[in-house]
C-alpha cells in the first residue's frame, strides 16, 4: 500500500444529545468535511475520539462508519488501544476485517513493563494481523516510554511501519530515522511544525478536527514545498489553537468548537464534562482571532 504521509485529523466520536450512542449521521459529515477541506488521513478511536469511553460495539460501529464514509478517499489508521496484548489483537483484526489501512497501538497505560515485555507486546500484535503498525508512544498518559533504541528494535518488525512520538522532545524525530535507516516513518503527536523541520513526515493532529486546512497546508509547505517561510506563517496562525488545546482540552474544546460553529456532535462522556464557561470564552476568542467564525460549514445530509 502507498506509505503514509502528511496531516492525519485524529477524530472526536460524535455522540447523540443524550450521549448514549454514536451519532453516525454527524460522524459521517465529519469524515466528509475532514477530506474535503485537503486532509491526508484520518485517525479513529484514539485519545480524542474516547475509545476509552466507548463499548466494544462502538468501537467496532465507528470504524465501520469511517472506514465506509471515507471509501478509500485517503487512508484510515484505527487506534486499537487496550491494556490486554489479547485484546489489542481482536480489536486490530477487527479493524483488519473492517478495511482499516493501519492499527495505531498505544503502549499499555496501567500496568508498569519493561522493555522486553513492551517489545514482545507490540510483536505479537504485528504478527496477529497483516496491517501496518503504527507504535504510539505517548508516556505523559502511559508513563511507558518507547526510546529510540527500542524503536529501531521494534521496526526491525515487517509490518511495524510508523510511530506517532508524542514526547516534547524533537531530538527523537532524526534519533528514529537515524536509528532505523527508513523502516520507520515518523508522525509528531505535539509538535506538528517542529518536528517537520527534523525529518517528521507526518502529524496527528487534533486541531485539524476545525482547523483540517490549514493544518494540512502546514504539512506540505514544510515537508512537500520546503516552504519554510509559508509553513512558519500558517503555524503561526494555529499555535493560539494548538496552545488551548494542548493542556488536556482537545476532546472538551473539540466538541465545544463544533457547538459553537453550529455543528453539534455531542458532549464528551463521563467522567469528561463539557468544557467550563470560562474555558469556553477562551475558546470562542481563540476561534475568532483565527477566523473560523468567517467560514461556511457544508450542510448535513440528513438522507446519509
Not at 179 to 205: P, Q
Request: aromatic residues 8%; hydrophobic residues 40%; contains cysteine.
Amino acid at each position: 500500500m502507498k506509505k503514509l504521509r502528511g496531516t492525519y485529523t485524529v477524530i472526536v466520536t460524535p455522540f447523540t444529545p443524550d450521549g448514549s450512542q454514536i451519532n453516525e449521521e454527524m460522524l459521517r459529515w465529519l469524515v466528509d468535511y475532514q477530506i474535503d477541506e485537503g486532509i491526508h488521513g484520518l485517525i479513529a478511536l484514539a485519545s480524542n475520539g474516547e475509545f476509552l469511553s466507548l463499548s466494544d460495539e462502538e468501537r467496532h460501529e465507528v470504524v465501520r462508519i469511517v472506514v465506509d464514509q471515507a471509501a478509500g478517499r485517503v487512508p484510515v489508521v484505527v487506534g486499537t488501544a487496550a491494556e490486554s496484548t489479547d485484546h489489542v489483537i481482536r480489536y486490530s483484526r477487527d479493524a483488519e476485517s473492517l478495511g482499516a489501512d493501519a492499527a495505531m497501538v498505544l503502549t499499555p497505560y496501567y500496568c508498569w513493563i519493561d522493555e522486553e515485555e513492551i517489545y514482545h507486546h507490540y510483536r505479537r500484535v504485528a504478527e496477529s494481523v497483516s496491517l501496518p503498525i503504527m507504535l504510539y508512544n505517548h508516556p505523559a498518559s502511559t508513563v511507558l516510554d518507547v526510546k529510540p533504541p527500542l524503536v529501531a528494535r521494534l521496526a526491525e518488525i515487517d509490518n511495524i511501519s510508523y510511530i506517532k512520538e508524542s514526547t516534547t522532545d524533537t531530538r527523537r524525530v532524526y534519533r528514529i530515522n537515524d536509528l532505523c535507516k527508513g523502516r520507520i516513518t515518523v508522525f509528531a503527536g505535539y509538535l506538528g511544525y517542529e518536528s517537520f523541520m527534523v525529518g517528521a513526515e507526518g502529524w496527528v493532529s487534533v486541531c485539524a478536527n476545525i482547523a483540517p486546512r490549514k493544518s494540512a497546508r502546514l504539512f506540505e509547505l514544510a515537508v512537500d514545498e520546503n516552504d519554510r517561510e509559508g509553513a512558519w506563517k500558517v503555524f503561526q496562525e494555529l499555535v493560539p489553537l494548538i496552545d488551548f488545546l494542548g493542556d488536556h482540552l482537545y476532546v472538551h474544546g473539540m466538541k465545544a468548537a463544533f457547538k459553537m460553529l453550529g455543528r453539534d456532535l455531542g458532549d464528551p462522556r463521563p467522567p469528561r464534562l463539557p468544557l467550563r464557561p470560562e474555558l469556553a470564552r477562551e475558546l470562542r476568542r481563540v476561534m475568532t482571532g483565527m477566523g473560523l467564525f468567517d467560514q461556511v460549514l457544508p450542510v448535513v445530509d440528513k438522507a446519509a
